[in-house]
């Protein structure tokens, strides 16, 4: 059977669509992905599945979802293909269009509650938009999963469906991984996607209370600019670094020489509030301790396997206290060094993408 896999993203750092394609290919299915080609988008690697990009005129907003939603719908229109799989709300409309027409079966991957992003909060038009056509399609897809256990209630209670949650997990047997960076300070890691609601502003305001230590920032985004603008304006050139993105098959060996990952999203909105990053994982996985915000889903990952902290404030000179505390407080690391060694045998791919074989493995005996 040959599956075809939409995203939006350029695919270079796409932890998600890269091991959700492995496993299928692995499994036996034939798999295309397709993407999209930025300006600044690196060259792809070579993968077991087979990729496509397509370069769009818009870049942003809704001429941008519109343009792509309209160039998917003829690719798709006459691709071959036996199953279709959508990620997220903005490739829906065209796989659904499509599905219906050349009746075709329809799978749906919610990596966030996408009407829920900080990004549409105030944006009360589009967000209408968007909300009519979650409305719309989702009550009609027989298959769909999401990232998360509450955000698949959250679905349920809308619409009635019932959707798997298949965690956004890192590959366990990755242990030949070297640390590709190297500082004679200890490294504070962000890694992922500059955005508004990251914690990042707060993060930059308590680095003026952290000594020997330097946060580096993984990624790129919307506010990557400003972030710099207040490295700048702050003289914080000595304690943050900036790396841009740096593809999945070598974001493991930065990784590995972080004392501390952070994740310290704020509540903006259900997304937010909901939200179980995939950096958690990667942290977990490269046996670093994390720090997270104070919300739901991933406060019971930290506890649960009792890995890292909780944060317990955001203002910065207590956020600064608890961070020392991580960094230099040996009995919590030794502590954390054990549990990490469980959490990452247990969090892993090689135990989730069961889960997902178990759903196309059922629609390829159908």
Same mark, same amino acid.
């Given at each position: 059977m040959r599956i075809i896999l939409s995203v939006t993203s350029d695919l270079v750092t796409d932890q998600r669509i890269h091991k959700i394609a492995s496993s299928l290919r692995k499994t036996g299915f034939e798999v295309k992905v397709i993407g999209r080609k930025l300006k600044n988008s690196k060259e792809l690697e070579p993968q077991i599945y087979e990729t496509e990009r397509i370069k769009l005129f818009f870049e942003k907003k809704i001429f941008f979802y519109a343009e792509y939603n309209l160039r998917m719908f003829f690719k798709l229109l006459f691709s071959r293909c036996d199953i279709l799989l959508s990620n997220d709300l903005d490739t829906l409309t065209a796989n659904f269009l499509v599905s219906k027409i050349r009746n075709k079966i329809l799978i749906y991957d919610s990596h966030e509650y996408f009407t829920e992003v900080p990004e549409l909060q105030e944006r009360n038009f589009v967000k209408k938009i968007w909300t009519k056509i979650e409305k719309f399609i989702l009550p009609k897809i027989n298959f769909s999963y999401?990232?998360?256990?509450?955000?698949?209630? +959250?679905? /349920?209670? *809308?619409?009635?469906?019932?959707?798997?949650?298949? /965690?956004?997990? $890192?590959?366990?047997?990755?242990?030949?991984?070297?640390?590709?960076f190297i500082s004679n300070k200890k490294i504070i890691l962000y890694q992922g996607v500059l955005n508004k609601g990251r914690g990042l502003e707060l993060m930059l305001e308590t680095m003026k209370f952290i000594e020997n230590a330097i946060f580096v920032i993984i990624g790129d985004g919307d506010?990557?600019? *400003?972030? *710099?603008?207040?490295?700048? +304006?702050?003289?914080?050139?000595?304690?943050?670094?900036f790396l841009g993105k740096i593809p999945f098959s070598k974001l493991r060996s930065y990784t590995l020489a972080?004392?501390?990952?952070?994740?310290?999203?704020?509540?903006?909105? !259900?997304?937010?509030?909901?939200? !179980? $990053?995939n950096k958690i994982f990667d942290y977990i996985a490269a046996k670093i301790p994390v720090l997270v915000s104070d919300l739901p889903e991933m406060k019971r990952i930290i506890e649960n396997f009792n890995v890292g902290m909780v944060a317990k404030s955001r203002k910065p000179q207590e956020l600064a206290a608890q961070i020392n505390e991580? !960094?230099?407080?040996?009995?919590?690391?030794?502590?954390?060094?054990k549990n990490l060694n469980l959490a990452a045998a247990e969090l892993c791919w090689e135990k989730e993408e069961q889960k997902l074989l178990s759903i196309f493995n059922f629609l390829k005996n159908e």
């Open positions: 999401t990232v998360c256990q509450s955000i698949a209630d +959250e679905y /349920r209670k *809308k619409y009635g469906i019932a959707m798997n949650v298949i /965690r956004n997990l $890192p590959y366990f047997n990755n242990e030949n991984s070297q640390k590709n506010i990557a600019e *400003k972030l *710099k603008n207040i490295v700048n +304006e702050n003289f914080l050139q000595e304690k943050v670094l972080a004392e501390i990952g952070i994740s310290l999203e704020e509540n903006l909105g !259900l997304n937010y509030y909901f939200a !179980l $990053p991580m !960094l230099f407080n040996n009995e919590l690391r030794n502590i954390w060094e």
